[in-house]
């Protein structure tokens, strides 16, 4: 798992409220990176670091901030969580060229 | 739109059997072109990859065929077995310090039969 903890592994929030998700890495790697996977999406690029306070936007950041404060932590926010928010996020790194995923983070919004 | 299209959606093979999973992408400046094996309730893992100055890479029973003019790209399993019954992703990136901004095909799950 490369070191990546994401945090919380389930969650169940009311549509409106603000959701941050949490992701923890050990190995001190410098690109960090949120996906959110969709039955007949694959994973889509939310927003991705390459470095402390140094973000961009992905394919789909409508609706979603990051931060990045310290190196081994990359927070994912859902200011105002929508129905169409409900997924499973991912958080990975990148080691040696190449992609490695946490375990996930599904999300319910009702 | 869809730079990355995976087909098929799913995929039923014997045990012994070759599954085969193609992908075709629209983005000639692509220069990573990995696959993901996703079990249920896990991340994705990456299983191969290639670039395209290589026509075919192999790391055990798992190929990855590349054809550059034809944009397409695909993964053979070979001697398929029930513990490769899993969701496959190929996916795409551009620049060496970018393989981490991945663009994923729609995804197959292949169900091995014993």
């Known amino acids: 798992d490369a070191g990546i903890t994401q945090s919380p592994r389930h969650k169940v929030t009311e549509t409106g409220t603000p959701v941050t998700l949490r992701c923890h890495q050990t190995e001190n790697h410098r690109y960090m990176y949120w996906y959110r996977q969709d039955p007949g999406h694959g994973l889509r690029l939310i927003h991705y670091?390459?470095?402390?306070?140094?973000?961009d936007k992905g394919e789909v950041s409508d609706g979603y901030s990051v931060s990045r404060s310290k190196t081994e932590d990359f927070l994912l926010t859902l200011e105002s969580a929508t129905s169409s928010q409900t997924s499973v996020y991912f958080c990975?790194?990148?080691?040696?060229?190449?992609?490695?995923f946490g375990q996930g983070t599904r999300l319910t919004v009702v | 739109q869809q730079q990355v299209k995976q087909s098929p959606q799913s995929l039923i093979v014997q045990k012994g059997g070759i599954s085969i999973i193609n992908c075709a992408y629209e983005n000639t400046a692509f220069d990573y072109f990995p696959w993901y094996q996703q079990f249920p309730g896990k991340g994705p893992a990456l299983l191969i990859a290639i670039r395209p100055d290589v026509s075919e890479k192999k790391e055990g029973r798992f190929t990855i065929s590349f054809n550059k003019s034809a944009k397409q790209f695909s993964l053979h399993i070979m001697d398929s077995q029930p513990g490769d019954s899993a969701t496959y992703f190929c996916a795409a990136s551009r620049g060496s310090s970018n393989t981490g901004k991945l663009i994923f095909g729609q995804g197959t799950t292949l169900q091995v039969k014993p």
């Open positions: 670091s390459y470095g402390v306070k140094d973000t």
């Open positions: 990975a790194i990148t080691f040696e060229g190449r992609a490695f």
